[in-house]
Each structure stands twice: as C-alpha cells, then as structure tokens.
C-alpha cells in the first residue's frame, strides 16, 4: 500500500515553455503532498507543501509565480514549472503521507531538461 | 535549526560485510526518523520509519536504531550483497510535517 505515481518520469522542454508534473496517491488519499528538487549528488530540497484545496506553502527562496502547485483533490497534486530556463534543470520528487502515523512515501521523480 | 548529518558520506565494502551508516541530528525535537533508499536516476524507496518513542525497527537484513536524546541512529546492513548498492538518506521529521534530509551515505557492495 501507500503507493505515490508520478508522470512523467523525464521530460525535455524549450526555454520559455512551462511543464506540468503530476504526483498522484494511488490507494490513498492524501490532503498534504510535497514538493521537493534535488541537484546532482546532493540531498532533496523541500520546495512547497501542497495542500488539498487551499493555497501551497513554499518554502524560502521558492518563487510561487515560477513553481504553481495546485492540488485540486485528494489524489492529485501538480507542480508546473513556468516559463522554463536551463537553471531549472533538475530532478523534482513529490511526496506523501498516507496518514499521522506513516512514514512518507516517494514518487519516482521527474527529471527535467530545459534546452 | 535542525541539521542532519551522515558518517561517512561514501562507503565502498566486498560482497557479505556488514555495515553501519550513521546519521546524527542537532535538535533532538523530532516525530520520527525514516531511513531511505534511492537508486540513481530515481525517487526514494522507504526502508524504516522509527517513531520517537521507539528504539529500533527490523527489516529483514535491515535493522536501525534511534538514540533521540544523543541525536542519533544507525542503519545496520547485515551480509550485503551487490543489489544494496545505492545511495542511503536519513530524514527526520519536524512539526508541520516537514522532513529534513541528510546529504546521504553513497554505498557500494562489491561482488
């Protein structure tokens, strides 16, 4: 159980086109995800806390208008990354939790290539 | 602010060692504290979650424990094998849900 689906697992895109990322709790439902970026041989970066119906909560140095979270149901969470540059290029990871006493579960992550 | 630290940062042992992997924590006000696993090129695979209150969990070969006061745990992997190869993330957890990450043990178990 608590399986966390993300898509799509790589991607390639121009500078200046926006990627849409999905995070999806397959057997859960999760009313928190997470958003985490993680640069070559270094550890995972928290970027925002999804939450199901309201607003994301981004972490410092996040831009909000760069990285739009929405997380529309209870299953369902996406990162876009708008406006696209070559610094951009990384390897984003979703995250969630299928409850209080769970540990968290990873997506396979999405490794994006701007060029 | 809460820091974690892993010892040693690359570990390169033969085929049927048993090994440790530190992590060490500076605020010992923590939920729990998981122990993952993350191939190259891939998201992380959870390997033990220890609440606060608990000592150790055991998986299999896997066995970690958790010293909250002294800030630390241990990842203990007995007779590894070439498949363990990959890199090891501890992570504790704070209020609000946030985890914080060390920078990893990158293993590798030569056959």
């Known amino acids: 159980g608590a399986v966390v689906s993300q898509h799509p697992s790589w991607v390639i895109c121009k500078s200046g086109t926006s990627v849409k990322i999905e995070c999806r709790s397959l057997d859960f439902q999760a009313t928190t995800m997470f958003w985490y970026r993680q640069f070559p041989k270094q550890s995972l970066m928290l970027m925002a806390t999804s939450n199901e119906g309201s607003k994301a909560t981004y972490e410092q140095g996040v831009e909000k208008d760069k990285f739009l979270i929405n997380h529309a149901s209870l299953t369902l969470s996406t990162l876009t990354v708008t406006s696209a540059h070559p610094e951009d290029s990384s390897f984003y990871i979703c995250s969630a939790r299928a409850g209080v006493n769970y540990g968290y579960t990873f997506g396979s992550g999405t490794r994006l290539t701007v060029v | 602010k809460q820091e974690v630290t892993q010892i040693p940062a690359a570990l390169s042992v033969p085929e049927g060692e048993n090994l440790v992997l530190n992590c060490s924590f500076t605020d010992s006000a923590i939920y729990n504290l998981q122990w993952f696993r993350q191939d190259p090129g891939k998201g992380l695979t959870s390997l033990l979650l220890i609440q606060s209150s608990q000592r150790e969990q055991t998986s299999g070969r896997l066995n970690a424990s958790l010293d909250k006061s002294s800030g630390r745990s241990t990842l203990y992997i007995a007779a590894s094998q070439p498949g363990d190869s990959a890199t090891y993330l501890c992570?504790?957890?704070?209020?609000?849900?946030?985890?914080?990450f060390g920078a990893g043990t990158i293993l590798r178990v030569k056959s």
């Open positions: 992570a504790v957890r704070l209020s609000g849900n946030k985890l914080v």
